[in-house]
């Protein structure tokens, strides 16, 4: 079945670092891909899509492009800010028209000033 | 514009009893998910609403139910709860139609089964 791979947390960075967090899928045809955060007690905000393949995603800052070839979307940032620090969720949507989303297991990312 | 919202905000039950929870979608979604995140992984898929019609379940036991109302809302019931039933329990929606791939999530209910 179609899954999602997200690097080992937690991520520990000093502000002004770079960021990359590594996610990798496995789905049948050709799937849209997210990056969700979520910051301490609360809910699950879109951060960037993807919905085929070599688009980029970007917002805030970060960026994620779609690459089919190595069935990746891994989510960067140039420079982290404390401000960052949530945890952060890839997440694929296989059937377009019904739209489940199947997620990683998140990466914790924390960012020390 | 509110954006979606759930309650209650937590939930404290006992094993074997019974729980509704709510969710009002955004204001012009007409398609309702229900996720589970127990803490520390990602959201699972529940089930998905559209049409006040189950339209896709996910990896679920049957005391996982739900309904959606005429105007869009939904509840997610769960019976007989178990101690592995505790998590926050996340609702999402989105407007239907093609290329409609973006979900907006609420803050989610906690439910703790003691």
């Known amino acids: 079945g179609d899954s999602v791979t997200q690097m080992e947390g937690p991520v520990t960075l000093s502000e002004e670092a770079f960021l990359t967090i590594n996610c990798t899928y496995t789905?049948?045809?050709?799937?849209?891909l997210f990056w969700y955060v979520q910051y301490p007690g609360e809910g699950l905000q879109l951060l960037l899509k993807a919905t085929k393949a070599d688009d980029k995603g970007s917002n805030k800052g970060f960026e994620a492009t779609y690459r089919k070839e190595t069935t990746s979307f891994h989510l960067e940032k140039g420079s982290v800010q404390v401000s960052d620090s949530a945890v952060y969720f890839c997440?694929?949507?296989?059937?377009?028209?019904?739209?489940?989303?199947?997620f990683g297991q998140g990466t914790r990312l924390t960012i020390n000033p | 514009d509110a954006g979606v919202t759930q309650s209650p905000t937590h939930l404290i039950k006992t094993r074997g009893q019974q729980v509704t929870l709510r969710c009002s979608p955004k204001?012009?979604?007409?398609?309702v998910s229900w996720y589970q995140q127990a803490l520390g992984q990602g959201p699972q898929f529940i089930f998905q609403y559209y049409e006040e019609e189950e339209r896709q379940r996910g990896n679920f036991p049957d005391r996982f139910s739900g309904h959606q109302f005429p105007n869009y809302s939904s509840e997610l019931n769960v019976n007989a709860l178990l101690l592995g039933d505790s998590a926050l329990y996340l609702c999402?929606?989105?407007?239907?139609?093609?290329?409609?791939?973006?979900?907006?999530f609420g803050p989610g209910t906690r439910l703790t089964v003691t």
């Open positions: 204001s012009g979604h007409d398609t």
């Open positions: 789905a049948t045809g050709y799937p849209s």
């Open positions: 997440a694929l949507s296989a059937d377009q028209g019904a739209q489940k989303l199947v």
């Open positions: 999402a929606s989105s407007p239907s139609g093609k290329g409609s791939y973006e979900q907006y």
